[in-house]
């Protein structure tokens, strides 16, 4: 088989080649090559950069503005269209062509598909595209690449039902060029092997933690309650001042299965882009953010907190707050907490950049590419010049002037970019039916 010429848009840090070179590690018949991808937020692009050097010269920057007789004929087009004005987390403005939304710009991959003419194409977008309402404008794109000579399946897919223990709904659109004859079927839940608690780390770093407070916080908002006085004020605890041992870690909000599905427990909620500044959930500390970890640490020198006085003694809160992350994690909270002993205690942290990108099945060394992308690109043989250039990056100030920026990815823009990224192996399925074995009996 020749190699299958690859153009993405909305590429991030590029979820889509991880997945089809895991498929042409499984299938060797297979070769891909990424001729062009396009992607406008600078973080992305730098991230991007880290994880495939080899592909930044094929950089397009802006989707509005592509030339596509220009562009390297290519086989497969893969489009990943902002979610944000669709999204439940967002303002819902839409996707209709000509609104000007975020959402829209999907639109500009329509002269693309017109033009090149690939054999495949692929929409991934949240899953409240096929709710009611969106449903008609995705009925529109649908009918508006049809007519570009192409047949459209697409249906709902759930990460956790893909081995990737995460809540995550998102809407796949295959197209498929109507002289080929061919037809495409989804692929089907695997059996799972993996749980949510098998991708966290084991000993993130302090910056991570919150205060003992915070903890005391979280664990009276679970029973309703308010911290009481002269608890408010307690000090940080460092990780690295702690001589012990995590016992246990427990996500919050988890969630026991995923509907329509009785093979999977034990998964963490849909990330999101905002990552750790505001995920569209309260937490018991009052705050919107991401999933948080309890831990259970064992250290004979820690101070004994008697987390069930403070809780019996403290006020019920005034209103009335529904907290869905720890009601959805308190029996096995509450569990942990009725059997502590006089060495044990609880620590609170947020998810860490490294355990949000193995939520979106990252590779682990793409992984370290991406927290740590200076020493990956010299591992790779990159000196500081070019490892400079690889991170510098055309950037608009408030005012329309490019300016050249260099890049340096914060947590945030990582928390970000993961949860506007496809999960790996969720693609690697839906490529594998497309690729491998056109008959739906044998795969």
Not at 13 to 20: A, D, F, I, R, V
Not at 196 to 204: F, G, K, R, Y
Not at 229 to 239: L, N
Request: glycine content about 4%; some cysteine.
């Amino acid at each position: 088989m020749k190699t299958i010429k690859v153009f993405t848009a909305f590429s991030g840090y590029e979820s889509q080649m991880m997945s089809l070179e895991r498929l042409q590690r499984d299938y060797p018949q297979l070769s891909f090559e990424l001729v062009g991808w396009c992607e406008i937020d600078e973080h992305a692009i730098a991230s991007h950069n880290a994880v495939y050097p080899q592909y930044a010269n094929r950089h397009y920057r802006d989707i509005s503005k592509i030339d596509w007789n220009i562009v390297p004929d290519f086989d497969l087009f893969v489009y990943s269209s902002c979610c944000q004005d669709i999204s439940r987390a967002g303002k819902q403005r839409g996707l209709k062509e000509g609104s000007g939304t975020r959402s829209a710009l999907l639109w500009f991959c329509l002269e693309g598909i017109r033009i090149k003419q690939p054999k495949y194409t692929l929409l991934e977008n949240v899953a409240a595209l096929t709710g009611d309402k969106f449903v008609e404008d995705l009925q529109d794109w649908e009918d508006a690449v049809n007519d570009c000579g192409y047949n459209s399946y697409y249906k709902n897919l759930i990460a956790a039902n893909f081995n990737v223990p995460q809540n995550r709904d998102r809407v796949f659109m295959v197209s498929i060029r109507k002289d080929l004859n061919q037809e495409y079927y989804f692929p089907s839940p695997i059996k799972p092997t993996v749980k949510a608690v098998d991708l966290l780390e084991t000993h993130p770093e302090s910056k991570y933690y919150f205060a003992e407070e915070d903890m005391l916080k979280f664990l009276c908002g679970m029973y309703d309650k308010d911290i009481p006085c002269g608890y408010d004020k307690a000090a940080k605890m460092a990780t690295e001042t702690i001589e012990g041992k995590i016992l246990k870690q427990i996500i919050t909000p988890a969630y026991k299965g995923v509907e329509g599905s009785d093979i999977y427990t034990d998964i963490c909620p849909t990330l999101m882009a905002s990552g750790g500044n505001g995920a569209r959930w309260t937490n018991a500390l009052g705050r919107y953010c991401q999933p948080l970890i309890v831990e259970l640490w064992e250290n004979s020198e820690h101070k004994p907190i008697d987390y069930n006085k403070i809780i019996k003694f403290a006020k019920p809160l005034a209103k009335k707050q529904k907290f869905p992350g720890p009601k959805q994690s308190k029996d096995v909270i509450e569990n942990s907490l009725n059997n502590l002993k006089k060495n044990q205690f609880f620590r609170l942290r947020k998810m860490t950049p490294v355990e949000y990108l193995r939520f979106m099945d990252v590779p682990e060394d793409y992984i370290y590419r991406l927290t740590h992308p200076r020493e990956g690109l010299k591992q790779l043989g990159y000196n500081d010049e070019e490892i400079n250039k690889l991170f510098t990056v055309d950037y608009k100030t408030k005012a329309e002037n490019t300016i050249k920026k260099r890049i340096k990815n914060s947590d945030k823009d990582i928390w970000k970019q993961a949860g506007n990224s496809i999960v790996v192996n969720v693609l690697y399925h839906v490529f594998r039916k497309l690729f491998v074995n056109l008959d739906p009996e044998l795969i």
